[in-house]
């Protein structure tokens, strides 16, 4: 009777023999490779290769593809063709328009190992992304960033040097207050400086806030899908509405909040520099102080609710996912341990897929803050470095002031890599 179930029809079951067990073996597993019956014109399964499925999209995953004589089992052929079906069947729309904004944005200074579809990052994600060309990229792009505020150096340079010397001068006017109007003048030009330094920075933080925004909530359908697939039902529900709400309630609170604390305290701190009658350096680093407990109160929440409730549902989905397949597997007759393992199959791709998944996504934050985040960088030592510089030359309010807008520039870099 087995034989008639397993083999390859009635020749296989007559009186004079039975069918060899590894052809056996092949027809019942479904996989062409070492173990086919003979005569069949089925084509292997590679994965990488033509499906047998629907038409999708290629998907190469060429490195999982088995060779002809690299000896890879049924068990693994089935985990790889599962992975590429479970891929082919996911929706990522989202994620390649996330994907093709950073191109579009900075593929001048990628270089060409990097691909130009995000089917391509899946592709090499088990194999390894690559982050040091991307990394190569971002130090390119910080190079040119430096190069174009050539100019802001030297202005800051003559600025220093004409505070300087009206500074040593000032003692030749008969009234004091021609050297007062000379330091203001200074003070507006600076000014000036500081908001067009300021409106820059904040372009590019703004713009690096929504990007990550913007491929959280491409990867997030993809994450809890791939989550539920995996035996996370529970957990898929929990995290949706509450990663959602953090996601964007974080991207307002940088950019509506933390930012605009950060501008004030800059300006603050200038006003006190140069003015003798308004002294409010304290509440410059208050406003500083209150950024940064925001910023803290905010992702320590976050972290928190997250880690509670995502242990609460992971223990409870380990306990139902344990016992379906115990059940299953005990109570079902006949099929029921093959159920339980197909099952432990679907899951093991689903994994595989959830962890390139990840991969993808914290390259596609890298690319999306990390440009963004290096510009801010380049304008924040530009004012530190001309402030080291100039101090021998001049110790005075315009180099406390650059030593001030530099360290603010350095908090909303700081900013800006924590999220990602």
Same mark, same amino acid.
């Given at each position: 009777?087995?034989?008639?179930?397993?083999?390859?029809?009635?020749?296989?079951?007559?009186?004079?023999?039975?069918?060899?067990?590894?052809?056996?073996?092949?027809?019942?597993?479904?996989?062409?490779?070492?173990?086919?019956?003979?005569?069949?014109?089925?084509?292997?399964?590679?994965?990488?290769?033509?499906?047998?499925?629907?038409?999708?999209?290629?998907?190469?995953?060429?490195?999982?593809?088995?060779?002809?004589?690299?000896?890879?089992?049924?068990?693994?052929?089935?985990?790889?063709?599962?992975?590429?079906?479970?891929?082919?069947?996911?929706?990522?729309?989202?994620?390649? $328009?996330?994907?093709?904004?950073?191109?579009?944005?900075?593929?001048?200074?990628?270089?060409?190992?990097?691909?130009?579809?995000?089917?391509?990052?899946?592709?090499?994600?088990?194999?390894?992304?690559?982050?040091?060309?991307?990394?190569?990229?971002?130090?390119?792009?910080?190079?040119?960033?430096?190069?174009?505020?050539?100019?802001?150096?030297?202005?800051?340079?003559?600025?220093?040097?004409?505070?300087?010397?009206?500074?040593?001068?000032?003692?030749?006017?008969?009234?004091?207050?021609?050297?007062?109007?000379? $330091?203001?003048?200074?003070?507006?030009?600076?000014?000036?400086?500081?908001?067009?330094?300021?409106?820059?920075?904040?372009?590019?933080?703004?713009?690096?806030? $929504?990007?990550?925004?913007?491929?959280?909530?491409?990867?997030?359908?993809?994450?809890?899908?791939?989550?539920?697939?995996?035996?996370?039902?529970?957990?898929?529900?929990?995290?949706?509405?509450?990663?959602?709400?953090?996601?964007?309630?974080?991207?307002?609170?940088?950019?509506?909040?933390?930012?605009?604390?950060?501008?004030?305290?800059?300006?603050?701190?200038?006003?006190?520099?140069?003015?003798?009658?308004?002294?409010?350096?304290?509440?410059?680093?208050?406003?500083?102080?209150?950024?940064?407990?925001?910023?803290?109160?905010?992702?320590?929440?976050?972290?928190?609710?997250?880690?509670?409730?995502?242990?609460?549902?992971?223990?409870?989905?380990?306990?139902?996912?344990?016992?379906?397949?115990?059940?299953?597997?005990?109570?079902?007759?006949?099929?029921?341990?093959?159920?339980?393992?197909?099952?432990?199959?679907?899951?093991?791709?689903?994994?595989?897929?959830?962890?390139?998944?990840?991969?993808?996504?914290?390259?596609?934050?890298?690319?999306?803050?990390?440009?963004?985040?290096?510009?801010?960088?380049?304008?924040?030592?530009?004012?530190?470095?001309?402030?080291?510089?100039?101090?021998?030359?001049?110790?005075?309010?315009?180099?406390?002031?650059?030593?001030?807008?530099?360290?603010?520039?350095?908090?909303?870099?700081?900013?800006?890599?924590?999220?990602?």
């Amino acid at each position: 009777m087995f034989w008639l179930l397993w083999g390859d029809g009635p020749k296989a079951a007559g009186p004079e023999g039975h069918t060899p067990p590894t052809s056996a073996r092949a027809a019942a597993a479904g996989i062409v490779g070492e173990g086919r019956a003979a005569g069949s014109a089925e084509p292997d399964i590679v994965v990488g290769g033509p499906a047998s499925g629907p038409a999708g999209p290629d998907v190469g995953f060429e490195g999982l593809a088995p060779g002809p004589g690299d000896g890879r089992s049924g068990a693994a052929a089935l985990l790889d063709r599962a992975v590429e079906l479970e891929l082919r069947a996911l929706d990522l729309s989202e994620i390649e $328009q996330a994907y093709r904004r950073s191109l579009e944005a900075y593929r001048a200074y990628l270089p060409p190992e990097v691909p130009g579809e995000v089917r391509g990052l899946f592709r090499e994600a088990l194999q390894g992304l690559p982050w040091s060309e991307a990394a190569r990229g971002v130090f390119r792009y910080a190079v040119g960033e430096l190069v174009a505020l050539g100019g802001l150096i030297s202005t800051l340079l003559l600025l220093t040097v004409f505070s300087t010397v009206l500074e040593h001068i000032q003692g030749a006017f008969e009234h004091r207050a021609v050297s007062r109007v000379a $330091q203001y003048v200074t003070f507006l030009i600076l000014s000036a400086l500081v908001l067009d330094s300021f409106r820059l920075a904040t372009e590019s933080a703004h713009r690096a806030i $929504q990007g990550m925004e913007g491929v959280m909530v491409a990867l997030l359908p993809v994450l809890l899908s791939l989550l539920a697939a995996t035996g996370g039902a529970l957990s898929s529900g929990l995290f949706h509405p509450l990663v959602l709400f953090f996601v964007h309630t974080s991207a307002v609170v940088i950019d509506q909040v933390v930012f605009p604390l950060f501008f004030f305290s800059a300006v603050l701190a200038l006003v006190s520099l140069f003015s003798e009658q308004y002294a409010v350096t304290n509440l410059g680093r208050l406003l500083n102080r209150l950024a940064i407990t925001a910023l803290s109160v905010f992702f320590t929440v976050f972290l928190g609710v997250l880690s509670v409730q995502g242990t609460a549902a992971a223990v409870a989905d380990g306990v139902a996912l344990r016992t379906a397949k115990y059940v299953v597997s005990s109570t079902v007759p006949v099929f029921g341990r093959m159920f339980s393992d197909a099952t432990e199959t679907v899951m093991g791709a689903a994994m595989l897929l959830k962890n390139a998944v990840g991969l993808v996504g914290v390259f596609l934050l890298f690319l999306a803050a990390a440009y963004p985040a290096a510009k801010v960088f380049v304008i924040a030592l530009v004012y530190q470095f001309s402030a080291a510089v100039l101090q021998p030359l001049e110790n005075g309010p315009v180099v406390r002031a650059l030593e001030s807008i530099g360290g603010a520039l350095m908090f909303m870099f700081a900013v800006l890599t924590a999220p990602g």
